[in-house]
Nanobody
């Protein structure tokens, strides 16, 4: 089992920045992908950014050029630096991890709220 704990959400004005952090514990050697998803009210959960152990980060089109994913294998952590935030970035942000060979993300954090005021 893997446990994911997020931190860093909050309220920010449009154009501002936030940094989300996620720390993994437990069976960390079972993890391949780690990254972030988000869910706005009334919307489906969507991918924000993910990274495999040995690959490049993959970003949703809506956040390219504004968000940067940092994954530290040695610390079992993944951070999301969010700049130039927009009102449409508002939502619950979830850290997620996918085990080797899994077809879907099988570990999730509890979520952290990001609210961007316009």
């Amino acid at each position: 089992q893997v446990q994911l704990v997020e931190s860093g959400g909050g309220l920010v004005q449009a154009g501002g920045s936030l940094r989300l952090s996620c720390a993994a514990s437990g069976d960390i050697f079972s993890i391949n992908d780690m990254g972030w998803f988000r869910q706005a009210p009334g919307m489906q959960r969507e991918l924000v950014a993910i990274k495999t152990i040995d690959g490049y980060p993959v970003y949703a089109d809506a956040v390219k050029g504004r968000f940067t994913l940092y994954r530290d294998i040695t610390k079992n952590a993944v951070d999301l630096q969010m700049n130039s935030l927009k009102a449409e970035d508002t939502g619950a942000y979830y850290c997620a991890a996918r085990s080797w060979g899994a077809s879907r993300y099988d570990y999730w954090g509890q979520g952290t709220q990001v609210t961007v005021s316009s």
